[in-house]
């Protein structure tokens, strides 16, 4: 389980370092749109299969949060005319997200609560490396700018509050 | 005896009259001075998963309304039972009005890394 969830944060972790200096803000949409689905489809099933009171209720928050964020980022790049294009890094961050996926259907219980919640620690971590190393300083357009620079709080408070839960959890 | 205790009863009359008087024009400044007080409502705006102001003074008796214009909801609950909004939605508002002095800090409950405080004078 360990070794597992150290593999899916690692493969967090390259698609990261994959990422180019610079990317486009189509690719950015996409990045953003992807980051936070896949964030909602582990909430989704952290939320019919998580044990404990505290990891279900943050798997329920964090479906309403990144469902919210991407709302207001289709909004955006809906309102901008700019069409999400598939990138190394979103394609990374999909197949990561499936692969948590895939190790979090063999898990039950209190095994099920501890690799959600490390992964979710790990994910928000190499999310907000990326929204400050590579989306923030690339987006060109200000309004995408502005939006990564009012949801990037958000990843913080949702790091903050899963340490805390990981923490409980030992 | 009965000449300066006819004398006495209007002076006295007179004094209780002048003092109630005093009191009654006092008191309505006071009435009409904390009704101007009550008619204020401070906003603070929830945005970027922050509360701004973080620090507000408001005089007792004031009103504070929570405005969110994050994508997500929050909540304004203080850390000492005081008020708690419970979820404020998408574009909604709450409001609490606080008539007790003192300091009230006060978190959201489903952000660990907001935190905020009314000063009540």
């Known amino acids: 389980m360990k070794v597992s969830a150290i593999v899916v944060a690692g493969s967090l972790l390259l698609s990261v370092g994959a990422m180019a200096q610079s990317v486009t803000d189509p690719q950015i949409a996409a990045i953003v749109v992807t980051a936070n689905q896949v964030d909602i489809d582990a909430g989704k099933l952290a939320k019919s299969m998580a044990s404990s009171g505290d990891v279900k209720k943050f798997a329920e928050q964090m479906i309403t949060d990144h469902t919210g964020v991407n709302k207001s980022a289709v909004d955006l790049v809906t309102k901008l005319k700019v069409t999400p294009e598939d990138n190394a890094t979103s394609q990374s961050l999909k197949d990561g997200g499936e692969k948590n996926l895939a190790n979090l259907k063999t898990l039950k219980g209190a095994a099920f609560d501890k690799a959600y919640i490390d992964h979710e620690v790990a994910y928000h971590e190499q999310v907000l490396a990326a929204i400050d190393k590579t989306l923030i300083p690339s987006a060109s357009n200000a309004d995408l700018k502005a939006l990564l620079v009012k949801v990037r709080p958000a990843f913080v408070a949702h790091l903050e509050h899963a340490k805390h839960i990981q923490a409980s959890l030992k | ?121």
């Open chain 2, 1 to 121: 005896m009965t000449f300066p205790f006819t004398m006495r009863v209007p002076f006295r009359l007179s004094v209780c009259g002048a003092v109630a008087l005093l009191l009654l024009v006092g008191g309505m400044r006071g009435a009409a001075a904390a009704a101007a007080r009550a008619s204020r409502t401070h906003t603070v705006v929830i945005e970027g998963t922050a509360f701004t102001p973080a620090t507000l003074k408001i005089a007792a008796g004031d009103t504070v309304q929570w405005v969110n214009k994050d994508p997500f909801p929050h909540t304004a609950t203080a850390t000492g039972g005081a008020f708690d909004s419970k979820t404020i939605d998408v574009e909604k508002s709450w409001k609490v009005t606080l008539a007790k002095k003192g300091d009230y800090d006060y978190v959201c409950a489903l952000h660990p890394t907001m935190k905020a405080r009314l000063i009540v004078e």
